[in-house]
């Protein structure tokens, strides 16, 4: 079979046998693509620093007949998460990106818009600021895997939220007005909506430089983490460990 | 009914439960075993269960040791108020191999890995902790792995135990000794570039 060859984001390796790595690859090519790198462990000088989580490839890969892993030939890096300083809400905030686009993306169907969207909330990752590019991050991953509800009006009652108090729980599909509420529902704000209805309209380089604080947004993140781990039947090991960073 | 006998089976399915042990390669083992003699088949059962009873990890430094505090933080010869940090107990064995470094040693055991939900309160870090803190250390030597992870483990480490009069260092990473620059990747020539010393 051919060589194929794709700019990819590696999301994840497992160690395999003695020397091997499986790379779960996300390409701008075919999508989420797993595939065997021989000899990654022993030897570095193939593979060099080019399989860490989230660094950004120039992969090779070749299918092999009725194997559903591929042949991983080489990878040539691109952009290294591991060129500026990896703090550790830096780390946590790259390992969720990396575990939301693993747990999200069906294997072998090219998705442009989302590698495009990861690309740019790495590039945003670089510096020190975390919560803004991983709010950003969660709520257009949400949108673009078709999960995101209608933020502008209750689910229950149909009516318009905007200048209403709104309200989210973990096992509603959207958000509901003051009357419409669940018990043990959360609250999200006004500001937090204004907010996701700007980072709809603007790209995420727009939104760098200004201070983000972990309160801001923060009943956003978890609406939308509530939300996604509905859909995908699972708690994020990520999300939790975003929690408990202090700042 | 089982290909053999109970016990070769039972064996078999003991061996299999080892790291890289197929099938086969546990077959071939246990044959190994029933093949070979007494003695030697009595000091491997006595090895394994030695290795179980008798080793525990040093109250200072976390290594893997049979005598507590063990040979590195129990030693007079060596610089105890220097400390090097590593991930795994095997680690030591690769510094130690050196011959050069004269300093004692602290083990995580691990590194900081949000994928796998190992946050820093997973690692032994406590202990390093009390050293730091008694004044008992004049350099930390931070030696975790050159990825994501150890990145992450040893920004923290030298985030938290940072004092006045501590002087906290990151091993250098760069061209491996006997390679060519040509074939070097990129990052690993720009951390080359970035940890250039003055001749």
Not at chain 1, 138 to 149: A, H, N, Q, S, V
Request: a neutral charge; proline letters at 4%.
């Amino acid at each position: 079979m051919a060589l194929k060859e794709s700019e990819a984001i590696v999301l994840r390796t497992y160690p395999l046998r003695e020397a091997d790595l499986l790379v779960t690859l996300f390409t701008r090519l075919e999508g989420k693509v797993r595939g065997v790198a021989r000899s990654a462990k022993k030897s570095r000088r193939r593979f060099g620093g080019a399989l860490e989580p989230l660094t950004y490839v120039k992969a090779s890969y070749e299918d092999r007949e009725r194997q559903e892993l591929t042949r991983l030939d080489s990878c040539e890096v691109l952009e290294s998460p591991l060129a500026t300083q990896v703090s550790y809400p830096r780390a946590v905030a790259l390992a969720h990106v990396a575990e939301l686009l693993d747990e999200l993306l069906p294997d072998r169907e090219a998705n442009d818009a989302v590698f495009r969207l990861a690309l740019s909330v790495l590039a945003g990752l670089r510096g020190t600021e975390v919560w803004m590019p991983v709010t950003y991050f969660e709520l257009w991953i949400t949108r673009l895997m078709g999960y995101l509800p209608d933020l502008s009006e209750c689910i229950t009652c149909g009516r318009v939220l905007n200048g209403n108090r709104a309200f989210f729980h973990a096992l509603a599909d959207g958000l509901m007005c003051l009357d419409d509420k669940r018990l043990a529902s959360s609250e999200i704000s006004a500001e937090s909506r204004t907010l996701a209805a700007q980072m709809f309209r603007a790209p995420v380089e727009s939104f760098a430089g200004a201070p983000w604080p972990k309160a801001l947004g923060a009943d956003l993140r978890k609406f939308l983490i509530q939300t996604l781990q509905r859909h995908i039947e699972k708690k994020l090991v990520t999300a939790g460990m975003l929690e408990k960073i202090s700042s | 009914m089982s290909k053999f006998a109970e016990p070769m089976t039972r064996l078999i399915d003991e061996l299999k439960k080892l790291p890289g042990i197929g099938s086969k390669t546990a077959q071939r083992l246990a044959f190994h075993i029933l093949r070979s003699t007494d003695d030697d088949a009595e000091a491997l059962a006595a090895a394994v269960r030695d290795v179980k009873a008798s080793l525990r990890l040093c109250s200072i430094c976390n290594n893997i040791t049979d005598v507590d505090p063990c040979v590195y933080c129990s030693s007079p010869t060596r610089n105890q108020r220097l400390v090097c940090v590593v991930e795994e107990p095997t680690n030591i064995a690769a510094i130690e191999r050196t011959k050069h470094f004269n300093g004692s040693y602290h083990v995580l055991h691990g590194s900081i890995s949000p994928l796998h939900g190992v946050g820093p309160e997973q690692l032994r870090i406590a202990n390093l902790m009390r050293r730091v803190e008694g004044g008992e250390v004049d350099e930390v030597i931070i030696a975790t792995n050159p990825t994501v992870e150890g990145e992450a483990t040893a920004v923290y480490l030298s985030e938290h135990i940072r004092r006045p009069g501590l002087k906290v260092t990151r091993i250098a990473m760069g061209i491996p000794v006997g390679s060519d620059i040509e074939y070097a990747d990129e990052i690993t020539m720009l951390k080359a570039m970035e940890g250039r010393r003055e001749l």
